[in-house]
């Protein structure tokens, strides 16, 4: 038995549940109507005649389709406040869905090659992420390497951080991952971590055990991202568990992708039955169908998650974050007063 009486009983929980989001492309929660709004303010073209023809554009078969798309998207965002109001909206809506923190990934590569400066990407999202933290929604920013592109491209944007650390709170490695193994980001991943900066990864999604195994032993993270193909190596699965590494897993984003075939089959129930230290997020979910309530509720439903193992996921998304310890205790505090 689930522990609910109904399958309303377990939205209205979830939808009310304390929670953190530690994967989310903060570009990627740029919904048709901001795109269309930002390319009349910015006088951008863009190749979509309605809001229905930009939906209809979100159907993908892999991580490429999304990411050509992705990309052409970036292209309305110009100014300060184009990235203040996509991360303004981002946070209204987490915030409607009982997230309390929020640790947000940035693509600075694809904006600076555009001609749009670090700083103004930069001063746009914190400008909103310090609006929202006077609201009680902590944050913590991570600027991520587009994997696609070389290492030394990768230290030339980290470079251009160094004046934006007091901002910047992690690196990550995202964008098409097959043919571009972690391991390519050896070195400049060494270089954040000798400048105190937190290390996440993509791996797993659609990329080989192998490139876990490389995001752990070479670029030596402290949160993998996504890691859904670690269930195919059982002894890659014993270390993550025995090292209580968080996996930011994004349900509504491998159904839409095709990493799996529908959330029935979604491997989020055998990642807490084997004591992964998995979490659910939205990903991108402007492209992808759902924020992070929507996530959970889908998975849930599919699943059918039972009230422990929805409260697992919770906990472990403030455990997994990069909180400091009283912070933490203060949500996993919230989640025990508001489960009873």
């Not at 929020?102 to 930069?122: C, M, N, Y």
């Amino acid at each position: 038995m689930n522990g609910f009486a109904s399958d309303t009983a377990r939205r209205h929980f979830i939808a009310g549940l304390p929670k953190a989001e530690l994967h989310l492309h903060i570009e990627g929660s740029l919904e048709p109507e901001m795109l269309f709004m930002l390319a009349r303010r910015n006088g951008v073209a863009i190749p979509f005649a309605t809001v229905a023809a930009v939906r209809l554009a979100y159907d993908f078969s892999n991580l490429q389709d999304f990411l050509d798309i992705y990309y052409q998207g970036m292209a309305v965002l110009l100014t300060e406040s184009d990235f203040h109001d996509l991360t303004a909206a981002y946070l209204a809506r987490a915030e409607a869905d009982a997230v309390r923190h929020v640790e947000i990934f940035f693509d600075p590569q694809g904006h600076t090659a555009r001609g749009v400066a670090l700083e103004t990407v930069v001063a746009g999202i914190t400008r909103a992420l310090d609006v929202a933290r006077e609201r009680g929604l902590t944050s913590r920013l991570i600027m991520c390497f587009l994997r696609h592109l070389s290492e030394s491209e990768a230290e030339a944007m980290l470079d251009a951080a160094l004046p934006f650390l007091n901002r910047i709170d992690g690196v990550g490695l995202d964008s098409s991952e097959v043919g571009h193994p972690p391991a390519k980001f050896a070195r400049v991943f060494a270089r954040a971590r000798r400048l105190g900066l937190k290390l996440v990864a993509h791996a797993g999604e659609e990329g080989p055990p192998a490139y876990i195994r490389e995001a752990l032993d070479v670029l030596h993270i402290d949160r993998l991202d996504h890691g859904n193909r670690a269930l195919e190596d059982a002894a890659l699965v014993a270390r993550l568990v025995a090292d209580t590494l968080c996996l930011t897993v994004c349900p509504l984003s491998n159904v839409k992708l095709c990493v799996v075939a529908d959330l029935a089959a979604h491997p989020l129930r055998q990642m807490l039955d084997l004591g992964l230290k998995a979490t659910v997020n939205s990903d991108d979910p402007a492209y992808f169908g759902g924020y992070v309530n929507a996530n959970f509720i889908a998975v849930a439903e599919a699943l059918d998650l039972s009230h422990g193992e929805i409260v697992t996921l919770a906990r472990n998304s403030f455990t997994g974050s990069f909180l400091d310890a009283d912070d933490v205790a203060r949500h996993l505090a919230a989640i025990e007063a508001y489960t009873g």
